[in-house]
């Protein structure tokens, strides 16, 4: 079979690598962060080429410069025992970077691997981990310190060693986190499936989501542990002898009287040094935030903007506006991130009269979904109805204000969503969420409010209401999710319902159900119905009407036996060729007469 | 009871997964489930959600622990395999699932992707490279697309990766988890067709597994239907889809509503005779 893939060509069309391209540029584009960076960077290089760069031994005392003053050989001058500072704060940035160098070690060694195994295996190493864990988290880190100092010896690098052990928790529930979420995706089961062995996949398949995470702990922990460090050292906790900017914090403060600037250069190299770990990690996050992420569920779609102008519509507006909704020439919108804007809806028409159930049919990215959200103005971030007009019972919607548009919906105009559990508030019993908007819309008492709860759920087929309206979300099945949204909807008595798929997350069965009962809500009451939907079989079952939409255009109308019977336009035929409806079962398995190699 | 040209078995098969609390019984979700796929047949397994469907499927693929009852492939037991027997299984035994948008590592290229099984079964990679692009062929995709990233592709796309990589290592059976119910009409059809097209050619056989029975009776030799963790109903797909025995089957033919509107009107109407009358 020929095998048209649509899209194929717009995914070409891209440059490879788009992603680490865009993910560097993004980082640029923060100049916080990109400082912070360069900071560090600056303070790391330092920290390496100390041995050369210092001009003096950072422990070469001698007394008569004690406290001297700056001078061209030595443009920060001399501490109290009459050592050159700046040669001392440059050894002190490689002692305390790799002292907090030590912790982070120490940490990563500890938390990631057995993060990784407790989380993709679980069971008992989870339980005795995690254990450990939340026993080290519960531990005073200051008071281990000291202890560990009573014990070990006053040497920094010991304590590091220590306070390493004390920071690898945090890495580890990181870890653990992420990979028992990962363990469950689709695609961590196919490799399994696929023969690899188990550390592969945690090598490549785990390991790849938890990476970007790590680097921002990284540089958040890195922070820490100087700060932490810092504090040891000012305390008098170690023996001091190392030259680093705790040490030298601690030496100028015990002369703060007489030499106060002292405590100026070490300080605003540790301040500076933490600030910038804290941006470069707030930087990162923002950059590699969602590339960690599990796979996302979005389809992006890389329509460019249509370059050549279309008649707006294929099918001529009709000059008289249907009574109960009326939409003409509407264009819907979205700013893209680059500062452009790409519409998604080019100006389409519809009418639906009072009572009667118009299907909105097309594929995923044709628009059904952004023009139903136009009606109730309830478009996502970043859309907006950008031409067009579109009135319900005669009242304009388009830039009515946001007051008067919420009065509208819900007493003339209400919606069903496609995800009814979703939208159903888990912590809140079906009752209290029905009757929240007949209390504040039409102002009924609790007693009022209750007992019209009770007859709206009565009125979608509920077969126990009182028991249905004392329960919570999770203890009704998901058919009877889309009733109880469904007796919301209706609640303050609308004249417009619009919904968005509302059977495509049901079974078949059910789906049967809540198509009889939208059928008997329009004979009973006489409402109309907007359905957007995608099966072809629900709208033959429901609709009067059909308005079939391709890539943002509707180019197809009229009532269900026409399009659906005998369509004119290429894609309606396209889409009902492609229904299974008709054709005819499988025959019957033969046994294959000749070998065929795969 | 080994049939001739029987490739895959199920006998008897019970799974339950453990509940959470302490000393709570263990939830079973499937009661005891028999089947059996023949070499290149397709076995169609319709039922709706938490009918268990996927649950045998999984089974198979030794993803879900086997309490009772037997899986032979080939006449050899695979359930509760060791890790290192069921590896080698996987030259074997492969899988599609639903959801194109999470069965591909995203921080992953296709190339990769489709590579990995191949070395795993020891290719060298001079000959997992060739084999990945004979592959990105035969589902049609630009030879050009290894070095993208999942998220470059649209739905239909992506499963076209993912039969790739079920077909990678040549697997004498595929099990489909709802394999073209996440994608749109037009695409479902383009998806089907091919995997028909790759049956005839190589004689691998499908469990298609699917809640939905106009795509299984377009796909399947035979079908069974799975309510509630057992199988109400077995036969071919003509006669389970056009003489159903169970009330069950009944059911879940005359619910699915077909595009055509005269014809429809009258399904819906024995529908309600049927079972409205029933439910309330």
């Known amino acids: 079979m020929s095998d048209p893939i649509p899209d194929s060509t717009a995914a070409i069309a891209l440059a490879p690598k788009t992603r680490q391209v865009t993910a560097f540029r993004r980082f640029l584009s923060k100049p916080l962060a990109v400082g912070a960076a360069v900071i560090l960077a600056i303070v790391v290089l330092v920290a390496v080429f100390a041995p050369i760069i210092a001009p003096f031994d950072p422990g070469a005392s001698s007394l008569k410069d004690a406290f001297g003053p700056a001078s061209a050989a030595n443009p920060l001058g001399f501490d109290s025992a009459g050592r050159d500072v700046l040669s001392r704060l440059i050894w002190g940035a490689q002692n305390t970077m790799t002292g907090a160098g030590i912790a982070l070690i120490v940490a990563l060694v500890l938390g990631i691997p057995t993060g990784l195994i407790a989380g993709y295996y679980g069971r008992w190493f989870d339980s005795i981990s995690s254990w450990i864990v939340n026993l080290v988290m519960s531990l005073p880190a200051m008071v281990v310190l000291l202890a560990s100092r009573a014990i070990l010896g006053p040497t920094i690098w010991v304590l590091m060693i220590v306070m390493g052990v004390l920071v690898a928790p945090s890495f580890f529930r990181l870890v653990r986190g992420i990979v028992g979420n990962v363990r469950n995706e689709l695609y961590v089961d196919a490799a399994r499936v696929s023969g690899l062995r188990d550390w592969r996949i945690i090598g490549r398949h785990v390991f790849i989501v938890v990476r970007a995470p790590i680097i921002i702990q990284v540089a958040l ?80 779609r890389r329509n460019a903007a249509p370059a050549i102008v ?15 909704l009326s939409i003409r020439d509407l264009a819907v919108s979205y700013e893209l991130a680059d500062g452009g804007v790409r519409e998604v809806v080019h100006g389409i028409n519809l009418d639906i009269a009072p009572g009667e159930i118009l299907g909105l049919v097309g594929e995923s990215g044709s628009g059904k979904s952004q023009t139903a959200f136009s009606i109730l103005g309830i478009l996502p971030e970043g859309g907006s109805v950008s031409r067009g007009s579109v009135t319900i019972q005669g009242t304009e919607v388009i830039g009515l204000a946001e007051k008067k548009h919420r009065e509208l919906r819900g007493t003339v105009v209400a919606y069903v969503p496609q995800e009814p559990m979703s939208n159903l508030d888990p912590s809140f019993t079906i009752g209290d969420q029905l009757a929240e908007p007949l209390r504040v819309r039409l102002g009924l008492s609790k007693q009022a409010a209750k007992a019209r709860v009770l007859e709206l759920l009565q009125m979608v087929e509920i077969a126990d209401p009182a028991r249905t309206c004392a329960a919570y979300p999770h203890e009704i099945s998901g058919g009877m999710a889309q009733r109880v949204l469904i007796a919301g909807a209706m609640s303050c008595d609308p004249d417009l319902l619009v919904a968005d798929e509302p059977t495509t997350a049901l079974d078949v069965t059910v789906q049967a159900e809540v198509l009889s009962l939208l059928r008997r809500l329009r004979s009973d009451r006489g409402i109309g119905v907007l359905i957007v939907t995608h099966n072809l079989g629900v709208v033959a079952d429901l609709c009067d009407r059909v308005a079939v939409m391709q890539q943002g255009r509707i180019v197809e109308q009229g009532s269900t036996e026409q ?28 046994p294959r007469t000749t070998e065929v190699s795969a | 009871m080994t049939r001739e040209h029987s490739l895959l078995e199920v006998t008897d098969v019970r799974v339950a997964f453990g509940s959470k609390g302490f000393r709570k019984a263990p939830n079973e979700v499937l009661h005891g489930v028999s089947l059996d796929v023949r070499e290149g047949e397709t076995m169609g397994l319709v039922g709706e959600s938490g009918s268990g469907k996927t649950t045998i499927g999984r089974a198979i693929l030794g993803l879900a622990p086997v309490s009772g009852g037997e899986i032979t492939f080939q006449g050899r037991r695979i359930d509760n395999l060791s890790a290192r027997r069921r590896r080698s299984l996987s030259r074997d035994i492969q899988v599609v699932f639903q959801d ?93 067709e091919l995997l028909l097209e790759i049956q005839e050619q190589t004689g691998v056989s ?64 024995a529908y309600e005779r049927e079972f409205a009358s029933a439910a309330k």
Request: hydrophobic letters at 40%.
């Open chain 2, 100 to 192: 194109p948008y999470t069965s591909l590592n995203p921080a992953i290229s296709i190339g990769d992707t489709l590579s990995e099984p191949l070395l795993a079964q020891g290719y060298t990679s001079r000959d997992a490279r060739r084999r990945v692009g004979e592959l990105l062929d035969r589902v049609s995709l630009p030879a050009d697309s290894l070095e993208r990233l999942p998220r470059e592709f649209s739905g239909g796309q992506r499963q076209r990766v993912a039969i790739a990589r079920a077909l990678a290592i040549s697997p004498r059976l595929i099990v489909c988890d709802e394999a073209v119910s996440a994608l749109d009409l037009t695409t479902q059809r383009t998806v089907l």
């Open chain 2, 206 to 269: 499908y469990l298609f597994i699917s809640h939905d029975l106009a795509v299984v009776r377009y796909m399947s030799h035979r079908i069974s239907v799975i309510y509630r963790g057992d199988i109400v109903e077995t036969g071919t797909a003509r006669e389970v889809t056009d003489n159903p025995q169970n009330p069950y089957t009944r059911k879940l033919l005359l619910s699915a509503p077909i595009a055509q509107p005269a014809e429809q009107a009258l399904r819906r109407a």
């Open chain 1, 221 to 300: 922990v890195a922070g820490v542990a100087i700060g932490l460090q810092a504090g040891l050292e000012f305390l008098g906790i170690t023996s001091g002898d190392t030259p680093t900017w705790g040490a030298m914090l601690n030496e100028a403060f015990q002369n703060i009287q007489r030499a106060p600037m002292l405590l100026l250069w070490p300080g605003l190299a540790l301040g500076l040094t933490s600030a910038s770990l804290v941006l470069l990690a707030s930087g990162l996050s923002d950059v590699l935030g969602e590339r960690g992420a599990p796979a996302a569920r979005r389809r992006t």
């Open chain 1, 563 to 590: 399009i659906l019977v005998a369509p004119e336009h290429p894609y309606t035929r396209q889409l009902l060729g492609a229904a299974l409806d008709g054709v005819d079962a499988r025959p019957e398995w033969q």
């Open chain 1, 310 to 324: 279309v008649p707006s519509t294929s099918v001529p507006a009709p000059a008289e506006r249907g009574a109960l």
